[in-house]
């Protein structure tokens, strides 16, 4: 014969494991306010260790973006020993144990759905300590240029002459080849000309040289390079070589545009014709103007 239900006795063991409950959390309401408090100063410890440590790098690393990612990482580690410290004094170990467990396999389960995010996060740490690439160098990367603005975990961001921001995931830049106009001071222009083919052409040869040199003076092994390069349709077409101080790429627009005006002015001095393209019409057939019969 089945027992019939009894509320009564229902509610009297509810009640048991709430009181039991509340006097659990009555006893244990020390270490759970100390636990709460052990947190919050490792995560306020945490603030000023990385602010502690961004001056300390900031005398020692040339590289803001290394000098970043430390101090993020530093600041991480800090929270995590105070999130198992208070875990630890809740008694919860085994709970820790299981979290950690846990946490392992949802970790495995996350890397394999996040393996392009994974990927940025560690090109980000590649490109974090890359000497070739740092916050304020002028970049030229995946068909955009501009000048690096930040480098995270995830991407850079790059601001453009436009002055518009371009994000670009990290894989790219560590995937990609980039050129870097910051890394050296000093850049060889090239600027592509051509004269008529009535001019003297080692009279245009010395007046370029000597125009170029005049307003870019070269320094140690650098020189002024001249080579004529092909008979053109309406010219004889020259290429000249030189150095100027460029550390992105509006300074070599600079230096191009200068040296355009200066060769132009030497030219008109001294008669040299600098041609256009010609296009001659032939009228072989006459028009025959009489009425016919």
Not at 43 to 61: D, H, I, S
Not at 129 to 150: C, K, M
Not at 167 to 193: A, D, G, Q, W, Y
Not at 266 to 283: A, E, L, M, S
């Amino acid at each position: 014969m089945e027992e019939e239900f009894n509320l009564k006795e229902s509610l009297e063991g509810i009640s048991t494991k709430l009181i039991s409950w509340l006097d659990s959390l009555i006893l244990n309401l020390p270490n759970f306010l100390l636990a709460i408090l052990v947190f919050v100063i490792f995560v306020f410890l945490a603030k000023y260790t990385g602010q502690l440590l961004n001056k300390l790098l900031g005398k020692r690393v040339k590289q803001d973006s290394i000098r970043q990612i430390t101090v993020k990482v530093s600041k991480a580690i800090v929270i995590l020993i105070g999130f198992f410290i208070a875990l630890g004094i809740l008694d919860l170990n085994k709970v820790l144990t299981s979290v950690l467990a846990g946490a392992g396999v949802v970790g495995l389960a996350i890397g394999l759905a996040l393996q392009g995010t994974l990927n940025n996060t560690f090109s980000g740490i590649i490109l974090s300590f890359l000497p070739e690439l740092q916050i304020g160098d002028w970049i030229e990367t995946n068909s955009y240029a501009g000048e690096v603005t930040e480098i995270n975990l995830r991407n850079i961001v790059v601001k453009q002459s436009d002055n518009n921001y371009v994000v670009i995931p990290n894989s790219k830049i560590v995937e990609e080849p980039f050129k870097n106009f910051s890394r050296t001071t000093r850049s060889r222009v090239m600027l592509n000309c051509g004269v008529g083919y009535s001019s003297n052409l080692e009279k245009v040869k010395e007046m370029t040289i000597e125009t170029i040199s005049e307003h870019f003076p070269s320094r140690g092994n650098e020189e002024v390079e001249f080579m004529f390069t092909e008979f053109g349709d309406s010219s004889i077409n020259f290429v000249v070589r030189f150095w100027a101080d460029a550390t992105k790429n509006r300074d070599l627009l600079i230096a191009r545009d200068i040296a355009i005006i200066e060769i132009k002015k030497t030219f008109d001095k001294n008669g040299i014709n600098i041609p256009f393209p010609i296009r001659t019409i032939d009228f072989s057939n006459t028009l025959n103007m009489k009425k016919p019969d």
